[in-house]
């Protein structure tokens, strides 16, 4: 059976329109266009339709407020093309412009296309929206994109799926080039969500420090170019297992706070312009796979992981300059590191535990002494930087002859923020290992402690600064541990203290 709505055409009218108790296949769109528009959808049942791209849910005027709930199987909103559109008006008093919240409950349900657009003057709020699909599985949002013109104030958004295999296609919010203040709060509760593996049973195709940030799989986006956006604001909460999502901010002063707990989550954050932001913390589970990209300057990142996690996978790259990099690894057998390109860049990596992997690399273009890059690492723990690829590997002495004085890895040197790869790709330069400690240009400084809060042994590092003016310091308490440090150019230092026995320090200038 199927029911249609004659379209519903009002001016500052409020509209209630229902499929009916435990109705299926209804169909049903609302067109509504003034000064301020109220509509409310309920649907109960299977396969119900709000709004197709010929027959859309559809509103316009200074104030739009539109209400949907969907509880049963397979039902949509906004079948295909702008199926559902809020379209707001210039506001004379400064009022928000539109209003959406919409409800799925069950299985199968699908937001095909829901846009919301400012064209004029809304001083409060632009756009404000309210997604939740949950008590069930296999639910889509194809695409939701909030549009913000000029004049207009910043798009709030809030997004939940509950279940399993859901899957966001693009949740997008556009600005001018001299408007902001978009919010996006996504939550994703629930294993195999973000993949489009259909009954996976492993990590999705993000995973590999997601994909070096060329990220697909569910898309966060803030910005349409450069000069759209500042001041933008995501946060991601990802709770279970194999989940995957990207986020993607255009602009300035922009920020990204995500919270990952479980196993086998993959996440990415790319952000391009100036100040802005990346904060992954409390990551909390084993194998979780994360990358974090930013391009232009004066822009931070920082990833904190757990003690509960292991095997987890952390990349890093920054190209610009005054960038920072803070990264926290708590828990064993992770594999993390940062790549700057740039000058006065600054790296800290943190590792408390065992048989972890890390590696930095800084490079930086001009023979300004005074505008190197600085990288600070401590290690507590045992067995850091054993292994490579898998298997153990080991300096002999001294150091093996300074790990083989061969640092030809120029190719090499902006790494994407993949972590995996970061172990095996520099067969240009054999002589390096795990530990890989870089700096490539004048005026960059390198410190390395091991063992700073308790002794540590078995930890193996290579060090290498090629240019002018650099300047290294190590310091390591514990036993068997193994550093080869390299410097080529002029006016170099390096100094180290070293407590405990059967310790290895090479240096070579």
């Not at 997004?159 to 949740?171: I, M």
């Not at 004066?298 to 987890?312: C, D, K, P, R, T």
């Not at 920054?318 to 960038?323: I, K, R, V």
């Not at 078995?458 to 390591?476: P, S």
């Amino acid at each position: 059976m199927l029911l249609r709505s004659a379209a519903a055409i009002g001016t500052g009218i409020s509209l209630l329109a229902s499929g009916g108790a435990l109705a299926d296949s209804n169909f049903l769109n609302i067109v509504q266009d003034g000064n301020t528009n109220q509509g409310s959808v309920v649907q109960t049942g299977q396969g119900n339709t709000a709004g197709t791209a010929t027959l859309p849910v559809h509103q316009t005027g200074i104030f739009d407020s539109l209400t949907v709930i969907q509880s049963g199987d397979g039902n949509t909103l906004g079948l295909d093309g702008q199926g559902a559109v809020q379209f707001g008006t210039a506001s004379t008093d400064g009022s928000a412009a539109n209003s959406a919240t919409i409800i799925q409950n069950s299985n199968g349900n699908r937001i095909g296309e829901l846009v919301q657009s400012t064209g004029a003057v809304h001083a409060s709020t632009a756009n404000t929206l309210t997604v939740t699909q949950d008590i069930g599985n296999d639910n889509v949002i194809g695409s939701i994109q909030q549009i913000e013109a000029s004049g207009a104030s910043g798009n709030l958004a809030t997004v939940v799926q509950t279940g399993a295999h859901n899957w966001l296609d693009q949740l997008v919010q556009q600005s001018t080039s001299t408007e902001g203040l978009n919010r996006i709060l996504f939550k994703a509760t629930g294993n195999y969500n973000g993949t489009d593996l259909g009954p996976a049973t492993g990590p999705g195709t993000l995973a590999i420090v997601a994909r070096s940030t060329g990220a697909t799989a569910s898309r966060i986006i803030q910005g349409s170019d450069l000069s759209g956006g500042a001041n933008n604001d995501a946060a991601l909460i990802i709770t279970g297992l194999y989940n995957e999502f990207g986020i993607e901010q255009l602009g300035i002063d922009n920020s990204v706070g995500s919270t990952i707990t479980g196993l086998g989550n993959s996440f990415a954050s790319y952000q391009q312009g100036e100040h802005n932001q990346i904060s992954s913390g409390n990551i909390a589970g084993d194998g979780n796979d994360m990358g974090l990209r930013q391009v232009g300057g004066e822009n931070a990142i920082s990833a904190n992981l757990q003690w509960s996690s292991g095997y987890n996978e952390v990349g890093v790259g920054q190209d610009g300059e005054s960038n920072t990099a803070d990264l926290v690894l708590k828990g064993d057998h992770g594999i993390f590191g940062v790549s700057q390109l740039g000058r006065e860049n600054k790296a800290t990596l943190t590792s408390t535990g065992n048989g972890n992997i890390i590696v930095a690399i800084a490079a930086n273009d001009g023979a300004l002494t005074d505008r190197g890059n600085d990288l600070q690492v401590s290690i507590n723990g045992d067995g850091n930087n054993g292994l490579l690829g898998g298997s153990p590997q080991s300096f002999t002495g001294p150091a093996l002859l300074v790990a083989d004085a061969a640092p030809a890895i120029a190719g090499s040197l902006l790494l994407a923020p993949d972590a995996g790869l970061m172990l095996g790709p520099h067969h240009d330069s054999a002589g390096l290992m795990p530990g890989l400690l870089i700096q490539w240009g004048d005026g960059d400084s390198m410190t390395i402690t091991v063992g700073a809060s308790r002794a540590s042994s078995n930890n193996l590092f290579t060090a290498a600064q090629v240019g002018n003016g650099n300047l290294l310091t190590a310091a390591i308490d514990g036993n068997e541990n193994q550093l080869a440090v390299l410097q080529f150019g002029n006016g170099n230092t390096a100094a180290s203290e070293i407590d405990g026995t059967h310790n290895i320090t090479a240096i070579s200038q």
